[in-house]
Each structure stands twice: as structure tokens, then as C-alpha cells.
């Protein structure tokens, strides 16, 4: 699609138009990834960060929280209760440290689960900004799949909400280390940021397509009454989770062969905003593993749904209104973005 084209549907309030343009965005991943969804236990395993990222709950300088880092036995185990579930793959995901104590803890997690689930259990990463060393020392140790969110390619927009030592050019530097170390790399951006236009994001499709990018996550931005960005702003919930779903659509008929993410932002703004993410072209969902006692702990924004449940309890409710919308779940598969296959090809020749 040109940019225009993009434009048009981003904008669009004619349900006809966008049924169609989600129909077709579906049939394009039932073409290139197939019908079934795939689960990515995602696990929370600590509030620390040395970031302060204007947008986000857990920003160094939020004072309201206390914080939390799981201990190596509490996050191996809720792994090996994901596996014994069926689920193919975990996420880490943390706030963003980079210390040789957090470095070689990682690596001591990643070694474990990898060990105790006979290497079968697939892991992601979505820790920061990391050296090109400690990237590789991860991969080495079993992780396969890194998440680094661009968050928005329009680098004035990305100084803005990152004044903190953030620096668009490392960040992309992240990315291609990721890439070349071999790992499916996985990006994507807030939607409906303040000062974000339409433009901004059809150029965010852009920048997946030029980064040559494996895995797609995006999700509405959506406040957090402890960070700056909430006085400043009014924002409009319904836009951004209908732009989210229209995103989705753009990318999976603009990229086709990539992973792309039903985000729990989508359901924070709309009960089943999953399920309709996967209408529109999704094929990945992420239900939280992370123990109850810590959930209340990890909120980036307002309204995270599930806060008090424990670790599988949103296992059935999830299975049965995905089979409930006729989706099928692939059990035990990583279910790998047919895109880095591709690429891998490519780059080893
Ligand atoms: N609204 C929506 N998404 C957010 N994130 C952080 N804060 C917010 C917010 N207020 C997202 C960022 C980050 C991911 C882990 O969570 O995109 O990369
Ligand atoms: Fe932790 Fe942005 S606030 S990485």
C-alpha cells in the first residue's frame, strides 16, 4: 500500500469500509501465518527500571509503587507451569537494568528453564536496551526472540517522551544487533500517542518493513495518572483502540508474513479487544502468567485487565472465547514468525 492508502484506512469511520478491510486482513494471515493462535506466557518479573520513560507506570521516578523483583525459583517454576499447560513459549519482560548482577541472573533463568523443559519451552526477551555482549550471552543461554518496541519511528515524537538518556539511534542499534546475533526480532509503537498523527503511523508500518522486522507488537497508548503524560493530554480511549485494531490490519496487509501480537492494552480498553484484534489480522496472544501477588505492582498504564488472578486461572477463560470466536490455539508449538525463516535464508547466503 502507498501511504495514502494506509492513511485511508487509519482514518476511516465507515464500518462497511473496515469489516472489509479486516476480512482481507484476515485472509492474508491465513495465507502467510495460518489459522492457529499461538500463547506467549508473559511473565512479570520485576518493577525495577532505569529508565523514565514519560508514559509508562513503572518509570524510575514514580514514587507511588513499590518494587519488586521475583526470585530465580519463583519465575522458573511459573515458567514450567506455562509448559505443563501446553503453552509453546514465555516472555520475560522486566523494566530495563543492565547491571553484571541482572545480567548474569538472566542468564541463569534463561539456563534453567531451558534445562528443565528438556530445551522445548521457547523464551523471549523484553529487557531494554542491552551491549551487543550481553544480547549475545542470552541468546547463547536459550533465548530465541527479543521484543524491542520502537515505540514511534518519528524520532522528534521519541525525544520527546524519552528526555531521559533515551536515544533513537541506540535503540535502532539494539535492533540490528538483534538481528544479526540471530534472534526473531520483534518491534512496534504506542497508538494514539500525544502529538502522534495518522502519517506518523503509516510511517511506523514503513519502518518495520525497512528494519525487516520479524514480530509486531502494538497496543493503544493509554494514561497512568503517576506519569507526566497525564496532565497534559486528553486522550480519546475509543480512538485509539479502534486506530489499534486498524493498525493491525495495515501491518498484516502491508507485512503478511509476520507475527503480530493481540496486546492486553487492546482488552485494558475493550473487553474483547483480543479477540477482535485477532479478527483484524493477529495471530499471538500473551496472556499474563505473572503470579497475583505481584500483578497490581507491574501496571505500565491504567485498567490492566486480570490484575488479581494467578498464574493459569485466565487459562480457561481465554481458550474457551477464542474457540468461542471459531480461532484454533497451537499447543506446544513456538510457532516461530514465518518471516525470520525468510530472512535467515537470505542474510546466510
Ligand atoms: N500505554 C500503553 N502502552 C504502554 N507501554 C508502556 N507504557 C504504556 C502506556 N502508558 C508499553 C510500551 C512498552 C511496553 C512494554 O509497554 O510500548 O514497550
Ligand atoms: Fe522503564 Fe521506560 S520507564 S523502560
Known sequence: MTKEEIIKILASDEPDFLEEVYARAYQVKLKYVGKKVYFRGIIEFSNICRKD?????????????SRFSMPKEEIVETALIAYKAGYGSVLLQSGERADGEFIDFIEDVL????????????????????????????????????????????????????????????????LKFLKDIGYQVG???????????????????????????????????????????????????ERNFSLGLKMIASVRLQLKDVNIAATTALQALDRTGREKGLKAGANIIMPNITPSEYRDKYQLYEGKPCIKED???????????????????????????????????????
Open 53 to 65: 520513560c514519560l508514559y509508562c507506570g513503572i518509570r524510575r521516578s514514580n514514587k507511588n509503587l
Open 187 to 237: 518491534t512496534g509503537v504506542m497508538i494514539g500517542l500525544p502529538g502522534q498523527t495518522l502519517e506518523d503511523l503509516a510511517e511506523d508500518i514503513f519502518f518495520f518493513q525497512r528494519e525487516d522486522i520479524d514480530m509486531i507488537g502494538m497496543g493503544p497508548y493509554i494514561v497512568h495518572k503517576d506519569t507526566p503524560l497525564i496532565d497534559k493530554y486528553k486522550i480519546d480511549s
Open 311 to 349: 498464574a493459569l486461572a485466565c487459562d480457561d477463560c481465554l481458550k474457551n472465547r477464542l474457540l468461542s470466536v471459531g480461532e484454533e490455539i497451537g499447543y506446544k508449538r513456538w510457532g516461530d514468525s514465518p518471516h525470520f525463516f525468510k530472512r535467515w535464508k537470505f542474510a546466510k547466503r
Open 111 to 174: 539456563k534453567s528453564i531451558k534445562r528443565l523443559t528438556s530445551k522445548e519451552l521457547g523464551i523471549t526477551l523484553s529487557l531494554g536496551e542491552q551491549s551487543p555482549e550481553t544480547y549475545k550471552r542470552w541468546f547463547q543461554a536459550g533465548a530465541h526472540r527479543y521484543l524491542l518496541r520502537i515505540e514511534t519511528s518519528n524520532k522528534a515524537l521519541y525525544q520527546h517522551i524519552h528526555p531521559d538518556g533515551h536515544d533513537y539511534d541506540i535503540r535502532l542499534n539494539c
